[in-house]
């Protein structure tokens, strides 16, 4: 055990070194939150939106948005084009044949996600308090905010280990990630604000899935709507079952045409 977690460090370091090697994906993972916290708020944050029965400015609702939809990049969308495209390099095969265990190499890939979800919140929520006046998370509702992040990250890394298995390779990695967490995106508020008067066919798919629950959880650190700790069930629920898919899915070598 003790061998295990050591050997989490290690890798960890090594997965951060190789992130911070390749400055245009580093750039671009930070900015792209960024860039359409921008573009949103340019576009339609001088609008309202009421959630709650309570009135907040969309500038406001993008900065949590944006927060939610980085973590989610970081944890779901690059994990899943990441290990897919080093499955079809063979280098996952080349790791799986050495002696560093299975549980570190991918502890080391949560951690580095989470990690840099944590980043981005942190730019997101900086960017939002200087540009549109957004509530910064205190007190217990910091520490809830914590809870649901740290909770989310990890869910949606593992669901990003398990779509893997349906990604046939590399080249379409992009098309099959992309529209498994796109239309969820829309969906959820994230890019289009959901407010009390959404469709209710749209909020009842929405609610089947982690995205939505997630961003509530971001959303109540945010702008102070009622935290909700079933949002923080259903999301980890969501990441237990991408989870067990991993465990008897996960595949370590290139797959054959």
């Excluded at 799986?96 to 989470?114: F, K």
């Excluded at 957004?134 to 809870?147: C, E, K, N, W």
């Excluded at 990695?173 to 749209?202: E, K, Q, R």
Aim: positive net charge; charged residues 10%.
């Amino acid at each position: 055990m003790i061998r295990s977690v050591r050997l989490l460090v290690v890798q960890g370091r090594y997965v951060n070194k190789a992130f911070w090697r390749n400055p245009a994906s580093a750039f671009f993972t930070f900015a792209f939150p960024l860039m359409f916290l921008v573009i949103f708020t340019a576009l339609l944050g001088s609008g309202k939106i009421t959630i709650g029965g309570r009135i907040f400015h969309q500038s406001s609702y993008y900065v949590a948005a944006m927060a939610a939809f980085g973590v989610i990049s970081s944890s779901y969308t690059n994990i899943a084009m990441t290990v897919t495209f080093q499955r079809d390099q063979g280098v996952l095969k080349r790791i799986h044949g050495t002696p560093l265990p299975a549980v570190s190499y991918l502890g080391a890939r949560v951690l580095h996600a989470l990690a840099i979800g944590v980043v981005l919140v942190v730019l997101t929520a900086a960017f939002g308090r200087a540009a549109y006046q957004a509530d910064i998370p205190t007190g217990a509702t910091l520490l809830r905010f914590l809870v649901m992040l740290v909770i989310g990250s990890a869910s949606f890394c593992a669901l990003g280990f398990a779509i893997t298995s349906a990604v046939p390779n590399a080249d379409a990695a992009p098309a099959v990630v992309n529209a498994t967490i796109l239309p969820l995106l829309f969906l959820s508020g994230i890019f289009i604000p959901l407010g009390d008067h959404a469709p209710t066919w749209i909020v009842w798919i929405a609610r089947i899935f982690p995205v939505r629950h997630f961003a509530a959880g971001m959303q109540a650190g945010f702008l102070g709507t009622p935290f909700s700790w079933s949002d923080v069930l259903i999301v980890a629920a969501w990441g237990l079952g991408g989870l067990l898919l991993s465990i008897r899915h996960f595949s370590w070598e290139p797959r054959t045409s």
